[in-house]
Every structure is written in C-alpha cells, then in structure tokens.
C-alpha cells in the first residue's frame, strides 16, 4: 500500500507541473501561476488543519529554529521551475532532472546526516541506485538531443536538478 501511494504522489507531480503551466497561460507568468497555486495549497491545509483541529499549532511557530522554515523556500522553487521547465526540457526530462536532485540530496543527507536526518551507512547498492538514476536521466537528455532541440541548456539542466533536491530536502 505504501508503495503505490508513493508511486500515486510521484505521478501527481508530473501532473502538477502540466496543471500548473495551464495556469501559467492563463495568468501570463510562472510567478503569478506559482502565488495562486500556492495560495490554493494554503487554503486547502488550513481548511484541513481546522478540520482535525491541529490550527492552533500555527501559534508555536514563533518557538522554532529559524532555518526550520527554509523547508518553505522549496515549494515555490519547485512549482515556477516546473512551469518553466516543462515547455523547454518537456515532462520526462524535467521529471528526471527532479528526481534526480531529489536523489542525489536524499543520499548525502543519509550519508551525512544533515537537518536531522539520522546517519545511514555508506552501501554499494546505494551508489548503484545512484548511478542508476545518473544513466537514466543521461539517457533520457541524449536522446532528446539527437531530435528536435528543446533548450536543454545548462542552466536549466541545473535549476531542474538544484530545484528537486531543494524539494527532498524539505521533504526530510
């Protein structure tokens, strides 16, 4: 059961990102498409947070650690570098770019054992899985440029991986 929910939120991601690229079109920017998607993702929690009767948690906020909060930062990067990678690398590429960061960020930070991740031993089929999903998404961008070139500059390459690793890191 646990699997297939995971497998049903990560295919909900790739529909997120198309969802939000209509919203893109029919507010004219990625960050306007981000705030409103955002603010529905605010209304819809502090509807549930009332519903279970957990809003008053909202109150003990003042009582964390700062960079507790850094984990917010995360969300709008993910969501504007979605809109804007989706039209120039397309979903699967943009998608492996994600999970690939998120990867890559999961894995020092059970290595390391960074923002209160317990330490997880160094395991040679970590670093095959690891590889594993380098090869993939390496297949993945070489064979988009042996067709039709889609803007696969550097810079994107690196806002999709840089943008799925924020997202694993939030989500420890």
Request: hydrophobic residues 60%.
């Amino acid at each position: 059961m646990l699997l297939a929910s995971a497998l049903l939120a990560g295919g909900l991601l790739a529909v997120q990102a198309s969802v939000n690229l209509r919203l893109n079109k029919a507010v004219g920017t990625p960050y306007g498409a981000s705030t409103v998607q955002l603010g529905v993702a605010t209304a819809v929690l502090a509807v549930l947070a009332v519903a279970v009767g957990s809003i008053g948690a909202v109150a003990l906020v003042p009582h964390v650690e700062p960079w507790h909060l850094l984990g917010g930062l995360a969300s709008p990067l993910y969501i504007t570098s979605g809109i804007l990678l989706f039209p120039r690398l397309g979903a699967l590429a943009a998608v492996g770019f994600f999970v690939t960061g998120q990867m890559f960020a999961s894995f020092v930070l059970d290595l390391v054992g960074l923002l209160g991740v317990p330490r997880q031993p160094f395991s040679g089929g970590a670093v095959i899985g690891a590889l594993a999903v380098l090869a993939g998404i390496t297949v993945i961008i070489r064979a988009q440029a042996a067709g039709p070139v889609r803007g696969t500059g550097a810079g994107w390459i690196l806002l999709g991986v840089v943008a799925g690793a924020a997202l694993r890191c939030r989500g420890r």
